[in-house]
């Protein structure tokens, strides 16, 4: 009893899954997907088995449409199951059975497809349609809009409770914990599509520091410093960004200017400071640098 999409970008080959329902943890049952591979969505009277059984028709060749047949062919009860997949080339493939429970139905686009049961209108897979197809932006961007477009047109009918989001890359690595660009899960939560939107912006930060830290192992300094800005941006309350980024700055030859920045984790709790101290510990920092560090950090927190 859910509404949910699924979904490839065509620029970036990225292939992905939303949901939120009215159900304890809906992100271990109804979102699968792979890189290179597919996604797939299974819900309404939920048969988990289509999650993985549809990955694996899709490894082994089949198309979107092909995999579908198959596991409504194995299935004892199809009339009561909802299920999408979308195929690494963009191919759709579809079911709502006819005892899925009011409001139910779904529609299909160009490599994407929503649908939902148990809503209180049948009016939302239309308008998940809508939003998604006309927010400019990345694909879990994208995803997260036709979410909230449903829950704006009444979504389930008993209200909401969890939700959960799957991103794969398109560029597979065949390293599958490394192709899940966005997994994100919320369990229970008064407003599960609200707090999924946080946990996404968040999670953009992280992957912007990430960026950042490659870039200037690369020597380009100042495409870590606007990635790192970036993530300041996107999650100013997430300190840990501010302490590693400082921490960066520092190594790289800026001792004021990323001691500065460390000071804002510091400043909410000056356990950081000792964090230097377990780094040289483990050989990630020199004693020379961590010593210098700590010095303006001290001197700093005792004149705030």
């Known amino acids: 009893m859910t509404y949910s999409i699924v ?25 699968w997907a792979l890189a290179g591979v597919g996604a797939v969505a299974t819900q309404s009277m939920v048969n988990v088995s289509f999650g993985p059984l549809g990955l694996d028709y899709l490894k082994a060749g089949y198309t979107a449409e092909q995999a579908l047949k198959a596991l409504l062919a194995g299935d004892s009860e199809p009339q009561s199951r909802q299920v999408s997949i979308v195929d690494a080339a963009g191919n759709v493939a579809t079911h709502t059975g006819a005892k899925c429970i009011p ?18 209108k049948d009016t939302v897979w239309d308008a998940m349609f809508e939003a998604y197809t006309k927010t400019q932006a990345p ?13 704006a047109e009444g979504g389930d009918i008993r209200g909401k409770q969890s939700a959960a989001m799957l991103v794969v ?72 960004l501010s302490f590693w980024g400082g921490l960066g700055m520092a190594q790289n030859g800026m001792l004021d200017a990323g001691c500065d920045l460390m000071m804002t984790a510091v400043r909410k709790d000056p356990r950081w400071i000792e964090t230097l101290n377990r780094l040289v510990a483990s050989d990630r920092l020199t004693g020379d640098l961590a010593a210098q560090i700590q010095a303006k950090l001290t001197a700093t927190a005792a004149r705030q």
């Open 7 to 31: 979904a490839r970008d065509r620029e970036t080959g990225e292939l992905g899954v939303a949901v939120q329902s009215h159900y304890f943890q809906v992100g271990p049952v109804v979102p």
């Open 103 to 120: 409001a139910a139905g779904h529609r299909t686009g160009d490599g994407f497809s929503v649908q939902a049961n148990l809503m209180e």
């Open 139 to 151: 694909l879990a961007e994208r995803l997260m809009a036709a979410l909230d477009a449903a829950e």
């Open 169 to 240: 890359t398109g560029k597979p690595t065949g390293r599958s914990w490394e192709d899940r660009v966005i997994e994100l899960r919320v369990e229970d939560a008064p407003d599960p599509n609200a707090e999924l939107r946080r946990l996404l912006r968040v999670r953009r930060a992280y992957q912007a520091l990430g960026d950042a830290d490659k870039a200037s192992d690369a020597g380009d300094q100042a495409a870590a410093a606007t990635r790192l800005s970036e993530a300041l941006r996107l999650a100013p309350e997430m300190v840990e």
